[in-house]
């Protein structure tokens, strides 16, 4: 059974990127879709886009274009998260998460979700 | 994108009694449905993937049904740690998710 481990929470000025990290152990890397989802405060959950590391292919969500990067590093089995320009609106947790397969589907691991505040 | 919707929002239910949860998709997803648990504080765990198909350690009281766009989570003889929020995903295209449904204690 995989494990996903996010690091911490973080509180960034409007304007301002974060970038979110999700290591994983047990299991391989490189051949699952890693994704990464929003939840605000009291809202439900966001698709915002995924990574194949072995394909090194991305997908965002049309919501996020522009805006989010993620990204893998194979070596150390870790995805990344990037959310530029911040805004208030982007207070949320953000977990990632990890599929059965190279495809998008469901996820049966989830991080622990890392809190990310926006506040001048 | 295709639309998720639930219902009800809120559920009120007695322990021991049954919970039937909604999930309607505005376009034909298939059996590429999965439902979710989630308690405050916490990562959502899978509950249900295909649709019908419990995942690991879902305890049998646990039921999902339906294809197409109508789904159904059914919670038979609810306990105490069952009292969460569920949530569905769609899988067919680019993941989306319902905005869940709180059960709650009646």
């Known amino acids: 059974q995989v494990q996903l481990v996010q690091s911490r929470a973080e509180v960034k000025k409007p304007g301002s990127s974060v970038k979110v990290s999700c290591k994983a152990s047990?299991?391989?890397?490189?051949?699952?879709?890693f994704t990464w989802v929003r939840q605000a405060p009291g809202q439900g959950l966001e698709w915002m886009g995924g990574?194949?590391?072995?394909?090194?292919?991305?997908n965002y969500a049309q919501n996020f274009q522009g805006r989010v990067t993620i990204t893998a590093d194979e070596s150390t089995s870790t995805a990344y998260m990037e959310l530029s320009s911040l805004r208030s609106e982007d207070t949320a947790v953000f977990y990632c998460?990890?599929?059965?397969?190279?495809?998008?589907?469901?996820?049966?691991?989830w991080g622990q979700g890392t809190l990310v505040t926006v506040s001048s | 994108e295709i639309v998720m919707t639930q219902s009800p929002a809120t559920l009120s239910v007695s322990p021991g009694e049954r919970a039937t949860l909604s999930c309607r998709a505005s376009q034909s997803v298939g059996s590429n449905l999965a439902w979710y648990q989630q308690k405050p504080g916490q990562a959502p765990r899978l509950l249900i993937y295909?649709?019908?198909t419990r995942a690991t350690g879902i305890p049998a009281r646990f039921s999902g049904s339906g294809s197409g766009t109508e789904f159904t989570l059914t919670i038979s003889s609810l306990q105490s740690e069952d009292f969460a929020v569920y949530c569905c995903?769609?899988?067919?295209?680019?993941?989306?998710f319902g905005q869940g449904t709180r059960l709650e204690i009646k």
């Open positions: 998460a990890r599929g059965p397969s190279s495809g998008y589907s469901y996820f049966a691991s």
């Open positions: 990574i194949t590391p072995i394909f090194g292919t991305t």
């Open positions: 295909a649709a019908s």
């Open positions: 995903q769609q899988y067919n295209k680019w993941p989306t």
């Open positions: 047990g299991g391989t890397f490189s051949s699952y879709v």
